[in-house]
T-cell receptor, first 110, second 112 residues
Framework: EAQVTQNPRYLITVTGKKLTVTCSQNMNHEYMSWYRQDPGLGLRQIYYSMNVEVTDKGDVPEGYKVSRKEKRNFPLILESPSPNQTSLYFC?????????FGQGTRLTVV | QKEVEQDPGPLSVPEGAIVSLNCTYSNSAFQYFMWYRQYSRKGPELLMYTYSSGNKEDGRFTAQVDKSSKYISLFIRDSQPSDSATYLCASREGGANSKLTFGKGITLSVRP
């Protein structure tokens, strides 16, 4: 089954404790991206990657890092999380301009 | 002005009603227009995908784009409780990897 898998689905952490949210896709897509979804603000792109070792900033990249060492994986890294990064995060992979989203990771930073 | 504006909602309709969801956009370079449906605690899923102006029908769903007025619409006929979800419009410029710009989403509730 074609899918985008994120882990974990839910995460509560403390300010400053580094964390990684994993994302994996099995559709052999070159383009992957990360979004955050906040009430009243909608979906905003954090980072995207056009292929292995090619990443670029989206609209709200501050406080986040990404890497793309393999085509299928695109982890999101928060080196020092802060409460304003409490949000619902989605990974997506795209082909032909059509994005396929993971199930989401609800992150709470206290 | 945000590039894609969407009616804020929420919207509640009785089962069987015709639902009209609308967005406007400001970027004249947008060529592709999409509607995503997002159920509670799930990721968005692509519902409709259209290129340029015109209508596209898929079962009970019709997507309509009017590029002259920069207006995007989604019509749902014979709405069902299972249509209760958040609907997000999205647009992008040409080029397979151009960025998707989303509206904020509208939550639809269909009452049995």
């Amino acid at each position: 089954e074609a899918q985008v898998t994120q882990n974990p689905r839910y995460l509560i952490t403390v300010t400053g404790k580094k964390l990684t949210v994993t994302c994996s896709q099995n559709m052999n897509h070159e383009y992957m991206s990360w979004y955050r979804q906040d009430p009243g603000l909608g979906l905003r792109q954090i980072y995207y990657s056009m292929n292995v070792e090619v990443t670029d900033k989206g609209d709200v990249p501050e406080g986040y890092k990404v890497s793309r060492k393999e085509k299928r994986n695109f982890p999101l890294i928060l080196e020092s999380p802060s409460p304003n990064q409490t949000s619902l995060y989605f990974c997506a992979s795209s082909e032909g301009g059509k994005a396929f989203f993971g199930q989401g990771t609800r992150l709470t930073v206290v | 002005q945000k590039e894609v504006e969407q009616d804020p909602g929420p919207l509640s309709v009785p089962e069987g009603a015709i639902v009209s969801l609308n967005c406007t956009y400001s970027n004249s370079a947008f060529q592709y227009f999409m509607w995503y449906r997002q159920y509670s605690r799930k990721g968005p899923e692509l519902l409709m995908y259209t290129y340029s102006s015109g209508n596209k029908e898929d079962g009970r769903f019709t997507a309509q784009v009017d590029k002259s007025s920069k207006y995007i619409s989604l019509f749902i006929r014979d709405s069902q409780p299972s249509d209760s979800a958040t609907y997000l419009c999205a647009s992008r410029e040409g080029g397979a990897n151009s960025k998707l710009t989303f509206g904020k989403g509208i939550t639809l509730s269909v009452r049995p």
